[in-house]
Structures are given as C-alpha cells and as structure tokens.
C-alpha cells in the first residue's frame, strides 16, 4: 500500500510570512499534484510534476518534486488570507489511474 | 462550461439503510471517478468508470458499488449503511482518466448515517 504523509498538519500563520509544506513518501510516484480544497467545496488541481527535480511556479506558490520522485514540497511566499484551505498532496503510480491522497495540510492564515 | 454536479448535496440515513449518489461530469469527460473523504482517513479511492465500465477499483468493501450510463452520467450506490460510512462523498472528471490528466472535482454529497 502507497502512503503519502503530509506535513505539518495545521499550520496557522500570519499574514506576509512563508511557508513550507511537505509530502514524503517511501514509494515511487511517477507524478504528483497538489490540490487546495476550502470549505464545502472538492479540491481544486494547482499543479501536477511529472520530472525528478521538477520546480514549477504558480505566482507566489513554488512546488517542487524530488530528485527520486518520492518527496514533493509546496513552498509559498508572503502568504494572503485567501490562501487558507486544506492542501492536498496525491500521486500516481505505473498506469493506474488512481490518486493516493496525503493526509492535508490545514492553513489558516490570519490578517 | 459546467462543472461536475453532485447531488443531492446533503442526506441523511439510518443504519442498514443504503443509498444512491448521483455525479454528472463536464460535458465530454468519459473518465469519473469517485473518493470517499473522512477526518480520519483522509481522501481514499473507491472506483473509476470509464466507457460504463470500471476500470479500478480502491479497497472498499462489496457494499459499495457503482455504475456509469453511456452519457457519462455515474451513480454510486452503498448498501446496509453503517456509521463509518459517513463521509463526503467525492466525484471527479477527466477527459479519458490519464493518471497525469486534469482532474475536476465536485462539490461533494455530504452523507450522515445516525
């Protein structure tokens, strides 16, 4: 059975600061997305790396997959309060076309 | 263009009870797939349709099931309903379900079983 393990949990920050969130897992993925999802809503895709070492940028969000395909990070910079939402780690592996979801990372960022 | 559209958004169930929850997919996605999202548990696959056939399935229970009608449309139905099986109930698009492709989610039908 894959995992994804996602961290920290919670996160509660102010307004301006960064932050860091990480998926670590002991498997190989051959890509990997990350997702926010608020309130009442399904998650929504923001970005999906496919490469070994791959950053891509979206605004002021930054993700990166590793170097061995088994770790990624969501870094973002000077973070807003419409930035708050539970961020979702998933990936695939092989041909399935299944998405094993990390646990979430909650962010609360505060004005 | 319309997103996927769950319903109904919200019900309510005794034990033992089942249920049937309706997704509708973005006009020309063949792929649905569905998810089950609990505080404990997280978001875990339960099946994806494609073509009205399933092609995977996550490791849940034969209680369980589902079906897609050759609109695309997908039903999944859980019988004898017990209290764990409260949850959002997750559905999501794709155009052919590529495992790199652009998946769309709905807003989820929230289930309570008392």
């Known amino acids: 059975t894959q995992l994804l393990e996602q961290s920290p949990q919670f996160l509660s920050i102010q307004e301006g600061e960064n932050l860091t969130v990480y998926c670590n897992s002991s498997?190989?993925?051959?890509?990997l997305q990350w997702y926010r999802q608020e309130p009442g809503e399904g998650p929504v895709l923001l970005v999906t790396?496919?490469?070994?070492?791959e950053v891509k940028k979206l605004k002021r969000l930054t993700f990166q997959f590793g170097d061995a395909r088994k770790d990624s990070s969501l870094h973002i910079t000077a973070a807003q309060p419409g930035d708050t939402g539970l961020y979702l780690c998933?990936?695939?592996?092989?041909?399935?076309?299944?998405?094993?979801f990390g646990s979430g990372t909650q962010l609360t960022v505060l004005p | 263009k319309a997103g996927v559209t769950q319903t109904p958004r919200y019900l309510i169930k005794t034990r033992g009870q089942q249920v049937t929850l309706s997704c509708s997919p973005i006009s020309g996605h063949r792929s649905v797939s569905w998810y089950q999202q609990t505080p404990g548990q997280g978001l875990q696959f339960l099946f994806e349709y494609f073509s009205e056939t399933q092609r995977n399935k996550g490791n849940f229970p034969g209680r369980f099931s589902g079906r897609q009608f050759s609109n695309s449309r997908s039903e999944m139905n859980v019988s004898t309903l017990e209290l764990g099986d409260s949850a959002l109930y997750l559905c999501?698009?794709?155009?052919?379900?590529?495992?790199?492709?652009?998946?769309?989610f709905g807003s989820g039908t929230q289930l309570s079983v008392l």
């Open positions: 790396v496919v490469t070994g070492g």
């Open positions: 498997s190989v993925f051959s890509s």
């Open positions: 999501a698009s794709s155009l052919s379900g590529h495992r790199n492709e652009k998946l769309f």
């Open positions: 998933a990936g695939a592996s092989g041909s399935a076309r299944q998405l094993t």
